[in-house]
């Protein structure tokens, strides 16, 4: 063969080569940009480590409410990546969604993308505490492997829904949530301690404050336990001279607790219980039962103390108060506004729904999409700038959106020390009364009214009533 034709059919093999490797690479980064284009302002890339598609979909409404409110640019999306461009600078951010997963399936995922030449600037997830805690651990380890590089800043974690604050390691103290990666997590749904302070505060400032609570613990559920501490503290805090029983359950004993919603006999008997420490509570004030339990035990527990209240005299019905964290929502009160006999109170992470969103079609009453759509918020603000992305954690440390800020979503936006997030108007409070066959929601109380006279149940003063068919997370 002539050398000329060698030398041309070297060159070719050779590009061809060229042209697979290429196209490999593209394939195996999922289309990321070079790092030199990264470092002049390319595709930021996050993480989004949800397990259902329920969830993708609350991130996919999260963006849509952000684009119809005019806080992002342009919007593609596919089915697992969604890419948007921030509104004045015009930086892409790409949300790219891994489904389903366990602890070391999460591991090993995370493990892949902070070894990536260009790794993502956050991570977010998930949406329960175990998966979260998972989320984070890996997080750190892969992290410190990795070593700094001096080319990026570590990578963020943006906790959504995992309400725990301290969470169990096997063979080693509690920790903290938000330590397991420390100094780069930011949490946007409240705690469990501030669910609890919320309603604990609510309560007694429209019934007074208990002289009495009975605190009825999930022991196998780390949840349940982290909740009820919350609100075993928030009771300290609103009535420090209230009697405090705690009793444990064990949810898991078969024959002893119902299924689905209907008590079994260890429940109907804790009702009997609560109803004799209600009889014999002294004083006049109100008497709580709280219920820091899952969906399912909660509602038992629920219908086990109306079940058991048959005998139970009127001035002994009165004062009972049932106080229970996001268990359960407004699906649940919504079923049992007008028929059950007992005052029932729930937390909800969302807006009041008195605030008028602009771009949300109605009231604000965004359900599960509220935080997406806050998260999606926040990093279209700190990262809509020129040139290199900034550090992310120091950007979010220093966030501080107002309430009437045109990226909040009807409360303000901003971050401790600690990555908690502020709660002075975070959440609000969902609740039914006998006798009325609406929902009834209460916003955080103002630091005015922290301390003051006690207001009547009959005015229900700051009430807002909410439509039954609206759904929350």
């Known amino acids: 063969m002539p050398l000329r034709s060698r030398a041309g059919t070297l060159l070719l093999l050779i590009g061809g080569l060229a042209l697979v490797g290429w196209m490999g690479y593209a394939l195996t980064y999922r289309g990321d940009s070079s790092g030199a284009d990264r470092r002049a302002g390319g595709v930021v890339d996050v993480a989004v480590f949800l397990p259902e598609r329920a969830d993708w979909a609350d991130i996919r409404e ?30 892409e951010v790409r949300l790219s969604w891994f489904e389903g997963g366990g602890v070391v399936t999460t591991r090993d995922r995370v493990n892949r993308l902070i070894d990536r030449p260009i790794a993502p600037l956050a991570f977010l997830g998930s949406n329960n505490t175990v998966l979260t805690a998972g989320l984070a651990e890996a997080l750190h380890e892969a992290v410190d492997h990795r070593g700094g590089s001096g080319l ?35 949490r946007f749904c409240p705690n469990n301690r501030q669910e609890a302070e919320l309603v604990s505060r609510v309560v007694s400032g429209q019934e007074g404050e208990p002289v009495g609570a009975v605190l009825m613990v999930d022991g196998n559920d780390p949840y349940s336990r982290d909740l009820a501490e919350g609100f075993e503290r928030a009771i300290g805090l609103v009535a420090p001279e209230a009697k405090v029983v705690i009793r444990r359950l064990d949810l898991s004993s078969p024959g002893l607790v119902g299924s689905d919603d209907r008590p079994g006999p260890a429940e109907l008997e804790e009702a009997d ?35 058991r209240s048959g005998p139970i005299g009127p001035r002994v019905l009165d004062r009972l108060q ?106 609000h409070v969902l609740a039914i009364v006998p006798g009325r066959s609406d929902v009834l929601a209460f916003g955080p109380p103002r630091v005015e009214d922290l301390g003051g006279e006690p207001r009547s149940r009959r005015s229900l003063a700051g009430a807002v009533p909410v439509d039954d068919h609206r759904a929350t997370r």
């Open 152 to 186: 990026r800043p570590d990578p963020v974690l943006l906790v959504p829904w995992a309400t725990t604050v301290r969470v169990d390691r096997p063979g080693a103290a509690s920790l903290p949530l938000l330590d397991l990666y420390p100094g780069r997590t930011f």
């Open 62 to 91: 999260g963006v849509a409410l952000c684009r119809a409110r005019g806080l992002l640019g342009e919007v593609v999306e596919d089915l697992e990546t969604i890419t948007f461009r921030t509104p004045e600078h015009g930086r």
């Open 322 to 427: 049932v106080l229970c964290g996001d268990g359960i929502g407004r699906t649940t009160l919504a079923t049992l506004a007008g028929r059950c006999t007992l005052p029932v109170w729930c937390v909800s992470s969302g807006t009041l729904p008195e605030i008028e969103v602009e771009g949300a079609g109605e009231a604000a009453d965004l359900g599960a999409s509220q935080i997406p759509a806050e998260i999606i918020a926040a990093l279209a603000r700190v990262l809509d700038q020129a040139g290199p992305p900034p550090d992310l954690a120091s950007a979010l440390a220093r966030l501080d959106l107002s309430a009437d800020d045109p990226a909040a979503f009807g409360r303000s936006l901003a971050f401790e020390a600690s990555g908690e997030r502020r709660a002075t108007d975070l959440g």
């Open 273 to 307: 219980r609560i109803w004799r420490f209600v009889a014999e509570a002294s004083g006049e004030g109100p008497v709580w039962a709280v219920l820091p339990l899952q969906g399912s035990p909660t509602r038992r527990m629920i219908r086990a103390l109306v079940d």
